[in-house]
């Protein structure tokens, strides 16, 4: 019988296709009772909905799903009561959402921030949560992506000050920058 683990948020990051959703599944995985918190909306878009598709493909069966693109710090709050393990893919997303959502309501933004950051703070079980890293990337050409970059900076940023293990994955290794890889799921 597998016993509880100690509450605790990691987020893993990346650059695309760097492994990230691969190895926050791996750690997920040592746990019975897991919930995915999927931030991904439903569009008419084929790349997007194969991608959705092959995620949903590599999950276990047993793992309960909650879709949900904006609402994310009410999600945590409800959904880490029954549950192990959050696994909550992803934040680059969540940051889409809430910029199709709020636009230059930075207020509402930051507020929507604050909330993410107080109920990982107070979630009632572990969450891993999974982010790009585009801080490393090009300057975008136009205004609506530097600030979509600004904003998945500053919510990586946030999230990471409120992290017990933040991971950075480079094809499919996982770099420590706080706390460390869990023995269990190391390469």
Known sequence: MQQRQPASVTLVLGGVRSGKSR????????????????????RDDAEMHAKIERH????????????????LAQTIQAASLDCDVLLIDCLTLFASNLL?????????LQAQIDELCLALQSAQCSVVLVSNEVGSG????????RRFRDLVG????????????VLLMVAGLPFPLKGSVPAEVRP
């Open 23 to 42: 190895f926050a599944q791996r750690i997920a995985e040592r746990s019975l009772r897991v919930t995915f918190v999927a931030t991904a909306e439903r």
């Open 56 to 71: 949903r493909a590599e999950r276990p069966e047993t793992w309960a799903t909650i879709e949900e693109p904006l609402q």
């Open 100 to 108: 199709e959502a709020h636009g230059e309501d930075s207020l509402r």
């Open 138 to 145: 090009v300057v975008p050409a136009y205004e609506l992506g």
């Open 154 to 165: 500053e919510i990586n940023q946030r999230v990471a000050s409120v992290a017990d293990t």
